[in-house]
């Protein structure tokens, strides 16, 4: 039987995030056995779903993958023409991309429950994975420079054509706008929608003085 003012410090430290010190004698506490056993599910879960993705490739989506291939069959086509300036840029692009999906890895690997460092919180977790999704769209160096056109859609097809979650996790926004444009519809932020719009009240008015 666990002592009532221990079992009391254990409910406060687990709703403050604190670890809780636990005698050696009692074992692993049953729910951190929990916790740890469904980190490492998910983890082998993702692994797998990636890998289910990439091996039935013609299951992508092809309107996200088009950015990328396209900007691939015109640096092909300029290089052919002596002209390697988007060839190298598309290198430096997906090179970029690679960069940042192996530190996105690196990140969740040692975010498990063993190699976390004694007070992580799920603030800093978030923390980190803006600042990698920061990266990924901050780069690659200089790129304000480069001559590709729509370069954030091509950085977000091929992250999306590497595995759909690390380009979803990354560039959500540019491949639902990718998706959007290819199905005729164009993203507009709301406020400039709702200008469009005719209010009722116009409307009856309108209608009133229909005859003058």
Request: net charge positive; charged share 25%; with cysteine.
């Amino acid at each position: 039987m666990v002592p009532l003012d221990h079992a009391d410090s254990a409910v406060k430290g687990y709703q403050s995030a604190v670890p809780v010190k636990r005698s050696e004698s009692l074992g692993i506490f049953i729910l951190d056995s929990l916790v740890t056993a469904g980190h490492e599910l998910r983890k082998r879960h993702l692994q797998a779903y990636d890998k289910h993705l990439l091996r039935l490739d013609e299951r992508l989506d092809r309107d996200l993958k088009k950015p990328f291939e396209a900007a691939e069959a015109r640096a092909k086509q300029m290089k052919n023409q002596k002209y390697s300036k988007f060839s190298d840029e598309l290198d430096t692009v997906m090179a970029h991309v690679r960069d940042v999906q192996t530190i996105y890895q690196r990140f969740w690997a040692s975010a498990t429950p063993q190699k976390r460092t004694k007070g992580s919180t799920r603030k800093e977790l978030d923390a980190g994975a803006s600042d990698v999704a920061r990266r990924f769209a901050e780069g690659p160096p200089d790129c304000h420079t480069f001559l590709t056109p729509n370069l954030g859609a091509i950085k977000a097809s091929y992250a999306y054509t590497l595995s759909p979650s690390f380009g979803f996790a990354m560039a959500y926004r540019d491949l639902c706008t990718i998706k959007a444009i290819a199905s005729e519809h164009v993203p507009t932020a709301r406020s400039f929608a709702e200008t469009m719009s005719i209010a009722p009240s116009f409307l009856r008015v309108l209608g009133e003085n229909g005859d003058e």
